[in-house]
């Protein structure tokens, strides 16, 4: 699979209604955008992108803790430990964001939807708890 047929299956998820996807973004060259409803959040967005070997993906889970850091950290290697398909990680700007990669040989339709899948799950399971921890009213 390249980038131009993963913007066609994007653009399939888009058109369906029950697939809970509401927007693609194709504006940078190279990288699929594939934002979907959460029940903890508005929205999270993946950006995909096809390279030689593997599709590597990536999507902001939320900016670095203010307070509780210790705690907020160990809860995303808690995690960590439970997917194989993606983690728990910390970009260049210190922001925690969810990121995988897999073989471009296994790239087929199946291996998007447990991409969206697992980073809803991951959303959905850490986001409200990182908050809490990370950002409580002292």
Request: with cysteine.
């Amino acid at each position: 699979m390249n980038s131009t047929q993963l913007a066609d299956l994007a653009r399939t998820w888009h058109a369906d209604p029950d697939s809970g996807v509401v927007g693609i973004d194709l504006s940078r060259e190279g990288w699929v955008g594939v934002r979907f409803e959460q029940t903890v959040r508005d929205f999270t967005t993946i950006w995909f992108t096809v390279g030689e070997l593997t599709v590597a993906y990536e999507a902001y889970l939320s900016p670095p803790p203010r307070v509780n850091g210790e705690q907020v950290y160990e809860l995303c290697l808690k995690r960590n430990a439970s997917y194989w398909l993606a983690h728990i990680a910390i970009d260049r700007h210190g922001d925690l964001v969810i990121r995988g990669q897999f073989p471009v040989a296994d790239a087929d339709e199946d291996k998007f939807d447990d991409v969206l899948g697992v980073v809803y799950e991951l959303v959905e399971l850490t986001f409200r708890p990182v908050v809490r921890m990370g950002f409580e009213r002292t």
